[in-house]
Structure formats: C-alpha cells, structure tokens
C-alpha cells in the first residue's frame, strides 16, 4: 500500500519546470529488452550487458551497464533517437541535465548527441566525468547554448572503462535565466562596433613574436627584429610589457630569436626555439640560416635559461604542445639554409629536445610556420597555414599521426599555394574540434591576397575544407590614401583571435607581400558561420610581422608592422569589443582550487549567474599563427551563484599549462580572467600512450580518410630552398630593404611603374649592388635605382 503510494508520486513533484524525459526512472518496459525510449549505444571493440536491475534510486528499477573488457570505445543507455522519445529543444536555449548513479570506474561521462535538422543525428558532446560512487550520488550538468538548426536531443551515460555503472532518475529541464537588458556604456557606434586606443607608450622593441604570460603581462621578442645593422651590432631585444601599469622593460637577450618558435611549457615557463644566425647574403647565393640555440624564459625572473641544442636549425619552426605536455616542432631553415625535414621533440619530464634517433620521422618538409594544431585523439591537423611561398604539395592540407608515422592529405583547402601568411584557429569550443582557415597570399608570386574562409569538421570520419563565407571587405591603401576594397581582394597577415564571448576577432593585415595594409576587422561566430562585419578598424597598418591577442582583461593587443622599405611600426593598440562596452562584468569572486586536474569538478562562485565558462590558452603568437590558441568549454552545473566547472578528462582537447578562465554572462559580456593551472599526472601519462588507447572518453572521428597516407620517404638530410625564400631582391638597397622580387601584378613591367611603386611604397633611395639589374630599375647604370636618370624619357 505504502509502496505502490509512493511510486504513484510524479517525478515532477519537486518545484520547477517539467522534466523533458519520457520514462526517466526505466520503470515503464519497452517491447525489446530496453526499457521503453531507451536504448543500447556505443561503439567499439569491448564487451559488455545492459540488465535492467531492482537496485533503484527510486521506484523498481534502474539500468545498469558494464564493461568487461574494453580495447576502445563506450557503451551507453540512450535516449531512443526518434521523435517520441528525445527531447524536443530550441535552439540558443540551455538545459540542466541530471541523474543519480553508482559507479565502480572513473571512466564513465554524459555525453550529448543532437538531431540536425538537415543533417540528421549525430555526435554533439561530452560535459561531464562522473566520479566513483559506491553509494547513490546526483549529478547534474548544464548544457551549452544548443546550437542552431537543432530541434532534439538525446542523452546519456557513456561507460568506457572496465566497471559498472547503475543509472536512474534522469531529468532534464530547461534552464529559465533572466537575461538583464545590456547598457550601452560608449558612443552607439563603440557599442556596435568597439573602439580602438592607441596607446602611449610605444613598444621599445621590433617585437616579431608576442606571448601572453601567466602573470597576465605580454612577453615581446624581437632578436635583431629583421635588421641587419642591429644583427651586425649583435643588439638582440626582447621587453615585457605589463598591462596593470602600462610599463615596458626591455630584457637582455642572447641570441637573435628573429622568426624563431615559442611555446608555452606546462609550468608557464616559455619554450623559445631557433632564431637567425644569418641573414642572406649580399650575392644572393645564401638564405636565412637557422639556429639550433633553444632556451627557456622565466617568467618569473624574467630571464632567459639556456636549453640543449635542437639536431638542427629551424628558422621559421611551428611548435605545439601535446597532450603529455610534451612539444613537437617541424620546418624550417637548418644551419646551411636548407629545408629541416626532422621532426624535433621537447621532452617534457626531461627538459630537454630529445636526440634524433628517439622522435619518429617521416622526413617530410612542412616548409615556415606550418600550422599544426593539436587534435582530440592526439594526431596532429596540418591547417595549411604557413609563412611564405606555395603550401606542401599534394591538397595542401593533412593529418599527421606521430604513433603510426604517417602523413594523409586532406581535401578541400582552396588555393592551397595562396595560403601564405593566412590565419587557422581551432575554433570555440575545442570539443567541437572544428578549424577555420582565412585568407592568405603568396610572397613568391605576390597575387592580391584572397577572400577565402574555409572550414573544416574534425569529427567527421573523411573531413573535408567546406567553404565558408568571403571575408568581409574594407579599405586597403596601396601608397596613395585608403580607398574601399573590391572584387576579389581579401588579406594575409590576417589575426584571428579567439574571444571569451565563443567568437573569433579577425583583424588586420595586408594586399600583397609586405605592402598595402588592409583596415577592416570583423567578428567570425561558430555557432552560425557568419561573419559580423563593419567593426572599427586598428588605425595602424598591421601587416608582416604584426601579431594580435587576447588580454586577459578581454580586449585584444595588436603590435607590429614592417613592410617591405625596412621600416618598423612601433605604436601599440587595444582593441575594445562591444562586450566590454555592455554594462557591469560579471565577477569571479572565488575560485576554490587554482590547480585542476582533468576530469575534475571545479567550483567557482559568481556575482551574478552566467551563462557559460571557458578556459583560453594564452597566445604566443607570431606571422598571424598560433597554433596552440584554443578556447575550451567547461560545461557548467549551477547552484545559485556557486558554480561547478566540469573540466575535461581528456589532455588533448586542452593540453596542461596555463589559462585564463573566464566566466560570460547571457549577453556575452566576460569577466577579466582568472588564471588556473591545468594538469594531473595520470591522465597526462595515459595520453602520451598514444591515441590507439585512449583512455579520455575520445569519439572516433577522422578514421575513414579517402586518402591512403603519403608514401613513406626516404631518410635525407634536408630539401633544397630558394635563397629568396623571403621574396627580397637582393641586388636593391641596403640590408634590411626587401624590394619585391614580384611587383603585384596591377604594376606595370617597367622601369617607371616599379619606381612609381616604390616611390608610394616610401623606400627611398635604393643602391644597386653589384652589377647586376634583375627588375631594370637602374637603366643609367649609376649605380642608384630609380634616380632621375633612370625616369627620363628615352
Ligand atoms: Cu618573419
């Protein structure tokens, strides 16, 4: 009597809005052996039962699911993907998810699919790592904003360890939050579109790389800053730069890191490797030649400490962090100016770049700069983003799996061979595993830069480059004041910055090689793929050597510009985004524990309710690539003001180091950060295991390549590169000029069109050295380009 009272009592009887479940409990049977709108999921080599059991939260029953043996993959209890039984959802809204369970294995998390209206079921997310439970415990999660274009989802408990788990009890509500009305606190035009500052005090140094540092203050290197007389002199700069009092200190350097790689290390220290050791020579016979020097700078001493050496040199090396912490690092220009085909690799647990016969090799040559972007199952995503001249042959784009050595190409990047100088991020969130390509040019051929944005679905089993939409246009100046851009004309030297917001700031860059700043800057949003364009414009050029990023305050830095005459443009700008020009901030007020650990639950407490949390790895940028910028979503669990992150259990999707949490209200307003430490030795040393065994609750995903991988080469010791890499003349001007060896095509092959070029591009008298006169700018033969001999009519 007493008992059949009870269960009789809705599910609904605690205060709130309806549960969305249909048979939340598992009491009502299905006609299978599932209970009815549920079913059995999962994926991958193990084995494993569904037994529906009497050991029940509440009412008769609840639903347990084991692993006995597991190689990869999970297995979960869904919720029936079909109409009557998954949720129905609108889009932009959020949803707390919750259940009881007992678990025997830590390996168990809710993971999220989503119905598509055009696209159908598939894979949304994970949000939370359930911890070991002998007894029954809740928990409880709340999704992100459901993306557009989605009309249900489902869910439920993937196991993907050896154990069990016991389920009952799911609920899911939506989330009713008032949302406050923002207040403009600008001029209506800074609230649409930001505001740009110039500040006042200029950067001390021809700053080439810029690094974000756990201390909230920006580490600038420059080494000689692509000049040759401060090489000569062996004046090597780099400064630190402290946004709390807007103070600069230039620090004393040891070697000319001009163009080399940089990375944040796990403990915060920056990993700094090459740089220059010479410049071309005057004959051209020789190229850039890269150092093998590497070194550490403390960010705490403000110094740097010498590391080993790397097996050779890589002027213009990419470095990404692994998920052991380790970092890999490819391309590049060795000692002699040849191509590095060696793949080098910092050990993280030995501090130090480990001799070559211990990193796998495929001798491939990635060319400057290519963008390497770490993926969740530990494989590495060559964007084809790159500095200078054509990308790699084949599409241009790939895969590299470090375990099984191989590299294979993936389809759909546009223009591959103009994809100099373009920008790739890993777009918000990292889950998403999604990456934007914009922009890009050719130093070589020095076409106008293109309007392309591609984007490509990581989680896809073949992905492939879609086509985005055409970066929006702005104004260009090519010497003779700014005018509207048209047709086809987009940029390179491009920044795209990630935002606390889930946006991508995109600013900056130029027309051609070196020459014809673009002013134009627009938001890129994920959750549409659209761009919002018309936002105010840095009033400086920024192009070759000019970097922008995020501060922790949540306006963006932007630094640099050394176009082609030689010059270098040392005035500094802040970009404020309409976020911050919305009314009050929302407020970290505490956070428990500054160092997390993956799989972790980690309480914050708010001034005011938020709508989501993130953590953003500090940028250490350089040639508008970073390849280690990621923007990781922590699936929130709300009670009140008191606020569980739920970070992930898997260091691929957010590899250990540093990051600025930021916490973001409903109208996307961010709170200044707050830097926690990310790490945990077990999770760590499962990863480095390589992804054929996983233990972080990883999707299969890019597993049906169309592509066989490259056939494997040959070992050699490097690949021939043009001394002109850099796309300079060499017989024009003094050292740290770089007439183009292409003029843009809109200029005339003559000796009066280049001259009027150079003229409006300011790179005053020229001498010509040596005999020679490649590009006819010398036709008097005194010895000066472009004088007035050389512009008589003849
Ligand atoms: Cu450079």
Known sequence: ????????????????????????????????????????????????????????????KAMKVSLTRRVDGDRKALIT?????????????????????????????????????????QYWTDLKTLEVSAGYARAEVRTPAVPPGTDKIAWGVSVYGTGSVTTDDYVMEEVSVPTPEPQCTGTPEECLKGRWD?????????????????????????????????????????????????????????????????????????????????????????????LKDSF????????????????????????????????????????????????????????????????NQTWSYWGLYPAMILMQDGRLFYSGSHTFGNGTPGTGASIYDYDANTVTDVPGLRAKDERDESASVLLPPAQDQRVLTIGGGNNETNPVANR????????????????????PQGEVDQGQGRRPQTGAEGKMYVSAVLLPDGKVFETGGALHDRADPVYEASFFDPATDTYEPGLATDPIP???HSSSFLLPDGRVMSVGDNPGNGTYNHNVSVYTPPYLLKGPRPRITSVIDGEWTYG??????????????????PAAVTHSSDPNQRFVDLPLSVDGNNVDLNVTSNPNLAPPGWYMLFAVDANGIPSVAEWVRLGGPAAMARSSAGHHAPSAHVHEFADDLAKAPRKKLKKRDSVPVDPAIAGCDRHYGSAGVCVPTVFPESVKPTTAARCRWLADHDYGRLRVNGGDDPLRLDPDRDGTACGKGDLRRR
């Open 1 to 60: 009597m007493t008992t059949a009272l009870l269960v009789s009592v809705p599910q609904s009887a605690q205060a709130g809005p309806p549960n969305l479940i249909s048979n939340p409990g598992f009491e009502t049977a299905g006609t299978g052996t599932m209970p009815a709108c549920w079913s059995q999921s999962g994926w991958g080599d193990n084995d494993y039962s569904f037994q529906t059991v009497a050991d029940a939260h509440s009412g008769t």
């Open 81 to 121: 993907e079909n109409t009557a039984c998954a949720p129905t959802v609108v889009p932009e809204r959020q949803y707390d998810l919750s259940l009881w369970y007992k678990s025997t294995t830590p390996d168990v998390s809710v993971t999220l699919f989503r119905r598509d209206t055009t696209a159908g079921w």
């Open 198 to 290: 110039v500040l006042p005090v200029q950067n001390p140094v021809r700053s080439m790389h810029s690094v974000v540092m756990h201390n909230g203050k920006v580490l600038v290197i420059a080494g000689s800053g692509n000049d040759e007389s401060l090489f000569e002199a062996g004046t090597f700069t780099s400064a630190v730069y402290d946004p709390e009092d807007g103070t600069w200190r230039t620090i004393p350097t040891p070697v000319d890191m001009f163009c080399a790689g940089h990375v944040q290390l796990q403990d915060g220290r920056i990993l700094i490797m090459s740089g220059n050791k010479g410049y071309p020579s005057a004959d051209g016979t020789i190229g850039y030649q890269g």
């Open 296 to 359: 550490v700078f403390d960010p705490e001493t403000e110094s740097y400490i010498r590391t080993n050496d790397m097996n050779g040199g890589h002027w213009y090396p990419s470095a990404t962090i692994l998920g052991n912490g380790d970092v890999i690092s490819f391309g590049g220009l060795k000692e002699d100016s040849t191509g590095n085909v060696t793949a080098e690799k910092f050990s993280a647990a030995q501090n130090k770049w480990l001799p070559m016969n211990e990193v």
């Open 452 to 471: 392309f944005t591609d984007i490509i679905d990581l989680k896809q089993p073949n992905p492939a480059y879609v086509h985005g939409p055409p970066i």
């Open 542 to 544: 920024r192009g070759y």
């Open 600 to 617: 972790d639950t980690q309480r914050i407490t708010v001034d005011r309710p938020i709508a989501k949390a993130e953590l953003i790895r």
